[in-house]
Nanobody, 115 residues
Framework: QVQLVESGGGLVQPGGSLRLSCAVSGGIFSIAPMGWFRQAPGKQRQLVAQITSGGTTNYADSVKGRFTISRDNAKNTAYLQMNSLIPEDTAVYYC?????????WGQGTQVTVSS
């Protein structure tokens, strides 16, 4: 079955950086669009960034210029490089793989930006 496992979250000071990884197994990663979402306490899950199989990217306005989504099809892994982090970026971050019939989600990784 398809499995997505996120890693790389943690506690970072404002202005710092983190790189999240999403390792995918059991699916056809190379042709699947991938996305990163986040959910802060008491708020709805929202799109952060997405990347097509061909490498076209799209970002939420709140992270443009600070976050970069990428993928390595040889490793079946998607990444989210997060720079210039601010407290408002604090949330659980989830990756999603868009399947042909259903979407697949990881379990999430906590990112906390605090001094």
């Amino acid at each position: 079955q398809v499995q997505l496992v996120e890693s790389g979250g943690g506690l970072v000071q404002p202005g710092g950086s983190l790189r999240l990884s999403c390792a995918v197994s059991g699916g056809i990663f190379s042709i699947a669009p991938m996305g990163w979402f986040r959910q802060a306490p008491g708020k709805q899950r929202q799109l952060v960034a997405q990347i097509t199989s061909g490498g076209t990217t799209n970002y939420a306005d709140s992270v443009k210029g600070r976050f970069t989504i990428s993928r390595d099809n040889a490793k079946n892994t998607a990444y989210l490089q997060m720079n210039s982090l601010i407290p408002e970026d604090t949330a659980v971050y989830y990756c999603k793989m868009h399947g042909s019939k259903v979407d697949y989600w990881g379990q999430g990784t906590q990112v906390t930006v605090s001094s």
